[in-house]
């Protein structure tokens, strides 16, 4: 299994910036997918999640109404548009994949999924 993250950078403050996630060795229509960020000296903490049926989406507050979370079976990608870019932005943004096992699935918790990505740095300046 390969989550291979990509489309992070260097953006300003109110700018926009898309990652993507390619996954190989899963379908992702059989994983709850998610984004995390990790910023340095702090925990790696949730930033938005989709469910395997895509029917459910999940965010952060923080990112409630900038960020959008969606998912391309076909290409078997995992995207997430980031707008209105802040400089509390700024993280190694990694994607994951939980196989759901029956009971409830936290999204917000990074425990609760199987695979991650090798993460992709996000840097919005001021």
């Known amino acids: 299994v390969q989550l291979q993250a990509s489309g992070g950078g260097l953006v300003q403050a109110g700018g926009s910036l898309r990652l993507s996630c390619a996954a190989s060795g899963i379908s992702l229509d059989d994983y709850a997918m998610g984004w995390f960020r990790q910023a340095p000296g702090k925990e790696r903490e949730f930033v938005a999640a989709i469910s395997w049926s895509g029917g459910s989406l999940y965010y952060a507050d923080s990112v409630k109404g900038r960020f959008t979370i969606s998912r391309d079976d076909a290409k078997n990608t995992l995207y997430l548009e980031m707008n209105s870019l802040k400089p509390e932005d700024t993280a190694v943004y990694y994607c994951?994949?939980?196989?759901?096992?029956?009971?409830?699935?936290?999204?917000?918790?990074?425990?609760?999924?199987?695979?991650w990505g090798q993460g992709t740095q996000v840097t919005v300046s001021s």
């Open positions: 994951a994949a939980g196989y759901w096992r029956g009971g409830g699935f936290d999204y917000t918790d990074p425990s609760a999924y199987d695979y």
